[in-house]
């Protein structure tokens, strides 16, 4: 099992500077400095992962264990592929045991082990064409999508929702019973409306803030187990609980 906890520092707690700083906007300059000093960044490159946000889905993964050998996942907006990378070790992909499918409006370089596709999840037809190629229903959906920004805070927020709402609706759609879904939201949680279904539709829901997730930003992850699978007179699910 992957070992989820913070890396190390840099030695002698020595920061690295942009020496192109002179030729690039503020902000610009600021991403790359917290990219060159990130322990996740580097850890990512050490350990083939394709991005630091495999870190977030490992810890998460350690604590409530639902990518399990044998299940069937879909990564929805998989690129660059870390999250895909993360279910196909802990499914056993590689070993045939389980599967995992990635989909993303962008190309994405293959995966060992996983099916990637160029598709879009809002298109009519897709949960069908998603089941076909995953042999049936997944037992768990993954999110990390987040849509582009405009800097205006209460904006941003509602697009942020409004996708997550649909990525939800297609894991109603493609979910087995007893199926996990986790998806990446924003502080102040889910809109009741997002957070009223997920009650009905799972036996429990949780916010979860992994470790892994930069201090300062804004994003942890609502996740959902115990899919309902839309039986008729099921009951209501407990309160949310906060991590």
């Known amino acids: 099992m992957t070992d989820a906890r913070p890396p190390s520092g840099r030695a002698g707690g020595l920061k690295t500077r942009v020496k192109t700083a002179r030729q690039r906007s503020l902000s610009s300059t600021l991403w790359l400095q917290r990219q060159l000093n990130d322990p996740y960044v580097a850890r990512a490159k050490q350990e083939g992962y394709r991005s630091r946000a495999a870190y977030k889905l490992i810890e998460i993964d350690d604590r409530y264990r639902f990518l399990r050998p044998g299940l069937k996942v879909l990564d ?3 690129a660059p592929g870390g999250w895909s990378q993360v279910a196909v070790q802990r499914v056993g992909a590689t070993e045939g045991k389980g599967q995992v499918m990635g989909i993303d409006l962008l190309e994405v370089e293959p995966i060992p082990g996983a099916d990637i596709a160029v598709l879009d999840f809002l298109a009519e037809d897709a949960p069908r064409r ?23 805070k209460k904006t941003d927020h509602l697009r ?6 649909l990525a939800a609706e297609l894991a109603c759609e493609i979910l087995s019973p007893g199926g996990t879904f986790l998806a990446k939201v ?5 809109e009741h409306e997002l957070l009223a279904r997920l009650k009905r539709e799972f036996a429990l829901v949780r916010h979860v803030k992994p470790k892994a997730s930069r201090a300062e930003s804004a994003e942890l992850y609502v996740l959902a187990t115990g899919f309902r699978g839309g039986a008729p007179g099921r009951p209501e699910a407990p309160s949310l609980q906060r991590e």
Do not use: Y
Not at 139 to 145: A, E, P
Not at 160 to 165: A, D, N, S, T
Not at 186 to 190: A, F, L, R, S, V
């Open 76 to 78: 929805l907006g998989a």
């Open 130 to 152: 998603l089941a076909e190629r995953l042999g049936g229903p997944a037992d768990v959906v993954l999110s990390d999508m987040a849509a582009n920004t405009t800097g205006h």
């Open 160 to 165: 942020i929702v409004g996708l997550v709402e």
């Open 186 to 190: 924003i502080q102040g949680g889910t």
